[in-house]
């Protein structure tokens, strides 16, 4: 089973449309969640922190189960703007490898006008 | 731009051949990471430095790569006798360590597109 694996996508959704990405991970012992955005051909960067009690920022609303070991995505309100790759990430705060990024394979979201 | 850069931008190259990509974090930045990124995939860990220590390489790094950081600043990641398998972007990226884990953030540079012909 891979540490982390997404929603295959790719997502292609009109302005103004709410979606949803998923995205379980493997190792309990990770503690830090977060989002990245990566538009094509460019670096990954961090969209969004992921905490316990849920978090949002925006049109942008992320969510953790620790038990299920799931985090997700919402987007609301979709823009143009958005179409991107999504990589949801994820990394232990302790032990010997507590500065490793471990990446999904991320899930491509197209808006269309 | 205060933000990690890396040269070159692009790469191309004959198999067989050598090639060296450098990387200059953010200045006040003492942990530098060397990512891969495949088509269709997310990035995967490469390599690590803690200033100029290197803690941790991955299985992914075969005796072809090395990687330094001699001053704890920049630092290059060296392939030699590419492989078509090597084609990929090279990503670096660079963070401040700090007390509490979840307030560290990543800030990756640009990348250097490979491609072994």
């Known amino acids: 089973r891979k540490e982390v694996e997404q929603d295959p996508g790719p997502f292609n959704v009109p302005e103004g449309a709410t979606v949803a990405f998923n995205c379980t991970y493997s190792?309990?012992?990770?503690?830090?969640f977060f989002w990245y955005r990566q538009d094509c051909r460019k670096e990954p960067k961090l969209l969004m922190s992921?905490?316990?009690s849920g978090n949002e920022d925006g049109r942008f609303t992320a969510q953790l189960n620790r038990a299920s070991q799931y985090i997700s995505l919402l987007i609301r309100d979709s823009k143009l703007s958005d179409s991107a790759t999504y990589l949801c990430?994820?990394?232990?705060?302790?032990?010997?490898?507590?500065?490793?990024?471990?990446f999904g394979k991320g899930t491509l979201l197209t808006v269309n006008p | 731009d205060t933000g990690v850069s890396q040269d070159p931008r692009h790469k191309i190259t004959k198999r067989g051949q050598n090639v060296t990509f450098r990387c200059d974090p953010i200045?006040?930045?003492?942990?530098l990471y060397w990512y891969r990124q495949t088509l269709g995939q997310g990035p995967e860990f490469l390599t690590y430095?803690?200033?100029?220590?290197?803690?941790?390489k991955s299985r992914l790094l075969s005796d072809r790569f090395s990687a330094e950081r001699p001053k704890g600043s920049f630092s290059t990641l060296e392939i030699q006798r590419t492989e078509q398998g090597d084609s990929a972007m090279y990503l670096c990226?660079?963070?401040?360590?700090?007390?509490?884990?979840?307030?560290?953030?990543?800030?990756f540079g640009s990348g250097t597109q490979l491609s072994v012909l």
């Open positions: 200045s006040e930045h003492n942990r």
């Open positions: 990430v994820v990394k232990p705060n302790s032990g010997g490898s507590n500065y490793k990024l471990t």
């Open positions: 990226a660079s963070s401040r360590l700090k007390r509490v884990a979840t307030n560290e953030k990543l800030f």
């Open positions: 992921v905490y316990s």
């Open positions: 190792n309990s012992a990770s503690q830090s």
């Open positions: 430095f803690q200033n100029e220590a290197q803690l941790e």
